[in-house]
């Protein structure tokens, strides 16, 4: 079936604006989660979301980083008044549960670039 | 921040040879997994080696974890020059953590024909 997917795959921007990300899991997963990749810090949890409970946004790096996820499936993350620090790739993944045993499959991930 | 290291930072071999790469990390864990990333885009999951597991096989890969030495090993066999990726361990289940990955900070392996 269907993979994770990500829109879109390359966003430039510029400072100060903001940014709209979009992750569709795979079909029936319950638990979602947003990574991000950058030259410095290497890949970093985000936020992740598991049905209806309260998400556990404890890797968001500052209150200009949010997520919804709406309907149990398609998400979103918003990067607000954007820095140049922002530029990464921001990766997607989806898991059947949230089961520490359950393998997460990513998606191809957004390219943000902060001019 | 980083769960573990990864060693070595980069590995370049023939195509052929065996590939081995090394991963520590910090804390009591439930699960370690092994990624692929291409080109720096998205990540396919190769592993995954439970807590109570030593060894595991898929097919050209054998994963190994030794929880008292906090560290796991993934050995690519008869390397193929498709194999040249980076290669991530990543640690689930972390106690106290949810079930968010903590990544390694990579291996990028290049084989050559």
């Known amino acids: 079936g269907a993979g994770v997917s990500q829109s879109p795959s390359n966003k430039v921007t510029e400072k100060g604006k903001d940014v709209e990300l979009r992750c569709d899991p795979i079909s029936g997963h319950t638990a979602l989660y947003w990574y991000r990749q950058s030259l410095g810090q290497g890949l970093e949890f985000l936020i992740y979301?598991?049905?209806?409970?309260?998400?556990?946004k404890s890797g968001l790096p500052s209150d200009r980083f949010s997520a919804e996820r709406t309907g149990g499936s398609v998400s979103t993350l918003t990067i607000q008044r954007t820095q140049q620090e922002d530029s990464a790739v921001y990766l997607c993944a989806s898991s059947l549960f949230q089961d520490p045993q359950e393998t997460q499959y990513f998606g191809p991930g957004t390219r943000l670039l902060v001019l | 921040s980083q769960q573990g290291e990864e060693d070595p930072q980069a590995l370049s071999i023939q195509e052929g040879e065996n590939a081995t790469m090394n991963c520590s990390y910090k804390?009591?864990?439930?699960?370690l997994q092994w990624y692929r990333q291409n080109s720096g885009r998205g990540l396919v999951h190769l592993i995954l080696i439970r807590s109570n597991e030593r060894e595991k096989h898929s097919g050209r890969l054998r994963v190994t974890l030794d929880t008292s030495k906090k560290s796991s090993s993934l050995l690519i066999t008869a390397s193929r020059a498709a194999d040249t990726a980076s290669y991530f361990c990543?640690?689930?289940?972390?106690?106290?953590?949810?079930?968010?990955?903590?990544f390694g900070t990579g291996t990028q392996l290049k084989v050559e024909l």
């Open positions: 990543a640690t689930g289940g972390v106690t106290g953590g949810g079930n968010k990955l903590t």
């Open positions: 804390t009591s864990i439930n699960n």
């Open positions: 979301f598991q049905g209806n409970s309260a998400p556990d």
